[in-house]
């Protein structure tokens, strides 16, 4: 059972960076791909970024590539989120998840595990 707790989040303004932090514990760290997933306003929750388990491979949403960067620390424990040329859109609720069964997804349906979630707030 892994438990994860994301932090980093905040508000900021249209342009600027926020950079999040998701603390696994209770499994092995390095056996999970590893996601970020936001759910804005009334809208869905959808897939920003996703890391493999070594962390060779990544994924990005289009909406977000080349401004955002995922990357992991095995020996932490610990996935980030380097967020950076914020926009108003951007703003939800970002949550990160893991994946006990692929070596890396997309798909929300794969992640098992879930955060509780930190707020990113945009201000334009």
């Given at each position: ?34 996601g970020w997933f936001r759910r804005a306003p009334g809208k869905k929750r959808e ?71 930190t707020q990113v707030t945009i201000s334009s």
């Amino acid at each position: 059972q892994v438990q994860l707790v994301e932090s980093g989040g905040g508000l900021v303004q249209a342009g600027g960076s926020l950079k999040l932090s998701c603390v696994a514990s209770g499994g092995t760290f390095s056996s999970y791909a590893m996601g970020w997933f936001r759910r804005a306003p009334g809208k869905k929750r959808e897939s920003v970024a996703a890391i493999s388990r070594s962390g060779a491979t990544t994924y990005y949403a289009d909406s977000v590539k080349g401004r955002f960067t995922i990357s992991r620390d095995n020996a932490r424990n610990t996935v980030y989120l380097q967020m950076n040329s914020l926009k108003s859109e951007d703003t939800a609720i970002y949550y990160c998840a893991a994946d006990e069964t692929s070596v890396i997804s997309r798909t929300r349906g794969s992640y098992g595990y879930w955060g509780q979630g930190t707020q990113v707030t945009i201000s334009s």
